[in-house]
C-alpha cells in the first residue's frame, strides 16, 4: 500500500511540475497521508493480592513487603496485566458475532508500550478481596495503512473516532491458573494440556463459560465448574476497563516514534527468529506422557514416563514483502497438499507442517512439528502492515508480511528433553527456522524456473526430496529463488543454566508471594513410600517461621520426587514453629514396575519473600 502511494505521489509531483507550479502545490496539498495512526488508552488498577495470607503479623507483613516495591515493580505488575488483553485483541474477529464484522486491533510491540503510575500504592478492597494497588495508564500508539482500522472497527474508519474495548482483568495478574485453574483459558485448537501456569497470558479468554466435553468452545484439558468472570470475581477480584482507541491525525513525528519493524527482502519473505520471546520465556518442568500419547506418535518425546523438559517459545515473524503463502489445505488440489509436506494429524486433527524449526540445548535436540502455520501475532507496527492478518486457521495457512507466527512454551513439541542433560552449567538454547528450506523466503518459481506470485499456487513448481511421511510417500519442495543471506536470521539462541528441579525451585522473580505461588520451592532429597489410596498424615514443624509445605508425587523410574505446582500438588499447607497436621491421600507412583506403589515427596517455600528458607521436619503417623 505505501509503495503504491509513493508511486502514485510521485507520479503526480512530476507531472504538475512540468505543466504548473502552482498546481503541483495543490496536488502535494491534497495527497492523501501514507498511514494511520489509532491512539490505544487504558486506566485501571494492578495489585498484590494478600488474600492467601493468614491475617494477623504475617499479612501485615506482607502489606508493608508490597507498599515497599518501586516503580518498576509496579510496571512490571502492569505489563503483565495489560499482556492478558492479547489473545482478544489478535483473534477479535472470533469475539464479535453477528455484523458489522470487525478485525483485530492488535497491540504494538512490547518496545512501544508506555505507562503512567499514577498513585502510590495503598492498601484497598478489589470486590471483597485484601490488596495493595496502585492506578496506572496505559498508551500507546498503533501505526498502520489508512484503509485498516475501518476494516478492523468501522467507529474506526474516519479521524477523531473512537472505540471502547470491555476487558475483564485480574487485579492481581500473577498466579491467575493457581487461583481460578483453567477458568480463563482457551484451549481450543490446542492440543490437551499446553497450558501451563507460567503461559496464561496467551489463552486468557473472559468469555470463557461453564462447559461439558459436548459443549466445549474453550477448554480442552479440565472443564472448571466457574465462568471466567465468576471465577476472577471469586478468587481474584475482577476489574471491568476499557481498553480506549482514537482515530487520530496521522502524524509523520509520532509515527517515526511509535513505528517497528523492518522490511529485509522488497522482493519476497523473509522468516526470522523472534528472539524476546526465547529469552524472557523458558522454563523447565516436568511432565508424566502415556504410552498413548500423540507426543510419542510425533516423536517429539522419545520414551513414556516423566520427563525433564526444557520449554521455550520460538515465535516467528516474516520480514518480507510477501507472504509466506500455503492457503486452504482443505482443498484436496492444493498443491502444498498434494507434496505432502503437510500431514493431518491423526491426534491434533489439524495439518501438521514436519520441517519448521530444529531445536537444541547441549547435548539435546528436538525437532517442532508446527500444527499449523498462521497470523498471530503483527510485529511490524508500520505504515503497509494491515491491523489483521490474512492466515487466521489451521485449514488457510500462511504468514503475512509484518506478521507472525507464535509457538507458545508449553505446548506440544516445544521443548527440549533435558531428562539425561547437565543443565547446571550455561549452554545455548538455539532454534533454527525453516532447516530444510521447505518455506521460500525469497522468489518462488514456475516449471521454467521464472518467479511468480506465491499466492498463484497452480502456477508454483514442487521438486522431489529425499524426505518421506509418515506413510512413506516423497516429499517434495517448492522451487524457490532464495534471497540472498536469508538464513542469517533464521537463528535464535539464548545462554542460559538452571539447578536439579524446575521452574517451581526458581526465585520468585515477578513478586509473586503466599501458599499458591509456582516458585522458591526447596525439594527434599528424599522419597517416601506409602500405600497407593490410603490416607496419610504427618505432623510437621519448622524453627520458628511459616513455610509452605508442598507434598508432590515421586517417578519410580527417576527415583525422585517430582517438583510440583500448587493445582499438581497432592497437598499444600502452612506450617509454622507449631506442631501442624497434614493430611493427604497418598498418590500412585505412575512410573512404577510394581502395579499400585505409592508414594509422595515433600518441598518447602517461605510464606513471604522477607523470610528465610527454613527446614521442616515431619514425622508420618
Known amino acids: ?113 508506555k505507562f503512567e503510575i499514577v498513585c502510590e500504592p495503598h492498601r484497598t478492597l478489589i470486590g471483597t478481596h485484601d490488596y495493595v494497588a496502585v492506578k496506572y495508564h496505559f498508551w500507546t500508539y498503533i501505526v498502520t495503512d489508512p484503509s485498516s482500522p475501518a476494516v478492523s472497527e468501522p467507529a474506526l474508519s474516519t479521524v477523531g473516532g473512537s472505540w471502547d474495548e470491555p476487558f475483564d482483568l485480574p487485579a492481581d495478574p500473577e498466579l491467575v491458573m493457581e487461583r481460578t485453574g483453567y477458568a480463563c483459558l482457551d484451549e481450543s485448537t490446542y492440543p490437551p494440556n499446553s497450558v501451563f501456569e507460567e503461559s496464561v497470558n496467551y489463552f486468557y479468554d473472559q468469555t470463557c463459560p461453564v462447559e461439558t466435553p459436548a459443549t466445549s468452545v474453550c477448554h480442552v484439558t479440565q472443564f472448571p465448574t466457574e465462568s471466567c468472570t465468576d471465577a476472577l470475581t471469586n478468587h481474584i477480584g475482577m476489574l471491568q476497563p476499557n481498553m480506549h482507541f482514537t482515530r487520530v491525525a496521522y502524524d509523520s513525528q509520532i509515527a517515526s516514534e511509535f513505528r517497528r519493524g523492518q522490511t529485509t527482502n522488497p522482493t519476497g519473505a523473509d522468516l526470522a527468529a523472534e528472539e524476546e520471546a526465547l529469552k524472557n520465556e523458558h522454563r523447565i518442568y516436568y511432565r508424566y506422557f502415556t504410552p498413548d500419547s500423540c507426543d510419542i506418535e510425533y516423536g517429539t518425546i522419545a520414551q513414556p514416563g516423566w520427563r525433564r523438559l526444557l520449554t521455550f517459545s520460538t515465535n516467528t515473524r516474516n520480514d518480507g514483502s510477501q507472504p509466506i503463502h500455503i492457503g486452504d489445505l482443505t482443498e484436496p488440489n492444493n498443491p502444498w497438499r498434494l507434496s505432502n509436506v503437510f500431514e493431518f494429524g491423526n491426534c491434533d486433527n489439524e495439518w501438521d507442517f514436519n520441517f519448521y ?224 497436621s497434614v493430611t493427604f491421600t497418598c498418590p500412585v507412583v505412575r512410573d512404577a514396575t510394581v502395579a499400585g506403589a505409592g508414594a509422595y515427596s515433600l518441598s518447602h517455600a517461605p510464606l513471604l519473600p522477607t523470610q528465610p528458607t527454613e527446614a521442616v521436619s515431619c514425622k508420618q503417623f
Request: proline share 7%.
Open 1 to 113: 500500500m505505501l509503495h503504491k502511494t509513493l508511486n502514485r505521489f510521485l507520479g503526480l509531483f512530476v507531472a504538475a511540475m512540468v505543466f504548473s507550479p502552482s498546481r503541483a502545490c495543490a496536488q502535494l496539498a491534497s495527497t492523501a497521508p501514507p498511514g494511520a495512526l489509532i491512539r490505544m488508552d487504558m486506566n485501571t488498577t494492578v495489585g498484590v493480592q494478600l488474600d492467601e495470607i493468614p491475617k494477623g503479623a504475617q499479612r501485615e507483613a506482607a502489606a508493608d513487603w508490597a507498599l515497599s516495591q518501586d516503580y518498576d515493580f509496579w510496571v512490571r505488575r502492569a505489563t503483565n496485566q495489560v499482556n492478558l488483553t492479547y489473545y482478544r485483541l489478535v483473534f477479535r474477529q472470533f469475539f464479535y458475532t453477528p455484523p458489522p464484522a470487525r478485525g483485530a486491533l492488535p497491540l504494538p510491540p512490547h518496545s512501544a508500550w
Open 357 to 580: 524449526v530444529d531445536f537444541a540445548y547441549n547435548t539435546a535436540t528436538g525437532v517442532k512439528r508446527a500444527f499449523c502455520i498462521e497470523d498471530t501475532s503483527r510485529y511490524h507496527n508500520d505504515e503497509i502492515t494491515p491491523l489483521t492478518g490474512t492466515y487466521e486457521s489451521c485449514n488457510f495457512q500462511g504468514i503475512s508480511p509484518g506478521w507472525g507466527d507464535e509457538y507458545q512454551f508449553g505446548i506440544s513439541g516445544q521443548w527440549v528433553d533435558v531428562t539425561n542433560v547437565d543443565t547446571s552449567q550455561p549452554h545455548d538454547l538455539t532454534f533454527q527456522l525453516n532447516p530444510q528450506q521447505f518455506l521460500c523466503e525469497g522468489q518462488p518459481l514456475d516449471i521454467n524456473n521464472q518467479p511468480v506470485d506465491p499466492t498463484n499456487l497452480s502456477a508454483l513448481a514442487f521438486d522431489p526430496t529425499i524426505f518421506k511421511d509418515a506413510q512413506g510417500n516423497p516429499i517434495s519442495r517448492v522451487r524457490c529463488q532464495f534471497a540472498p543471506n536469508y538464513a542469517a536470521n533464521n537463528v535464535g539462541k539464548v545462554s542460559m543454566s538452571q539447578g536439579p528441579g524446575s521452574f517451581v525451585n526458581d526465585d520468585c522473580s515477578r513478586g509473586q508471594i503466599g501458599p499458591l505461588r509456582d516458585c522458591g520451592f526447596t525439594p527434599s532429597s528424599e522419597v517416601h513410600s506409602c500405600t497407593a489410596g490410603s490416607t496419610v498424615t504427618l505432623q510437621c514443624k519448622t524453627g520458628g517461621s511459616q513455610q509452605v509445605l508442598r507434598v508432590c508425587e515421586a517417578s519410580g523410574a527417576l527415583g525422585m520426587g517430582i517438583p510440583c505446582t500448587y493445582l499438581n500438588s497432592t497437598s499444600n499447607t502452612i506450617v509454622d514453629g507449631d506442631s501442624e
